[in-house]
């Protein structure tokens, strides 16, 4: 690419209010967490799914952030999903637990369910 086209590839993102990092060069662990969530994305949902255009992208990609945040664990805060740290949850018999299908029908969620 020439340079630019980068800096018109960064003022994208600026325009949208994102703040655009630059990597060291020849620091190939640099990335590794913008890596690791988009190989995430890929293996989970997007390799699993043929879009029909940006729009049916975009609804998936929300669904699968909702998902991710919510519910899905997370290794590096010991298996809890981000927007349950902190809260210690019950043990739910097996008859009170339901199934909900999320990111399409893509991922199975287990809940308990309402009384």
């Known amino acids: 690419m020439k340079p630019g086209a980068l800096q018109a590839f960064d ?4 325009s949208e209010g994102v703040r655009v990092i630059k990597t060291p060069i020849r620091a190939p662990n640099a ?3 913008a890596e690791r969530a988009i190989q995430t994305v890929k293996v989970e949902g ?5 879009f029909r255009g940006a729009r049916h992208l975009d609804r998936f990609l929300a669904g699968y952030a909702e998902h991710y945040n919510s519910h ?5 805060i010991d298996l809890h999903a981000p927007g349950t740290v902190g809260i210690v949850a019950e043990p739910v018999p097996f008859d009170r637990i339901e199934r909900r299908r999320a990111v ?5 969620e287990y809940h308990e369910r309402a009384a």
Do not use: C, K, Q
């Open 104 to 108: 399409g029908g893509l991922i199975n």
């Open 31 to 33: 990335n590794a967490f």
């Open 46 to 50: 997007t390799d699993r799914v043929l």
């Open 11 to 14: 003022e994208v993102f600026r």
């Open 72 to 76: 899905r664990s997370h290794r590096g």
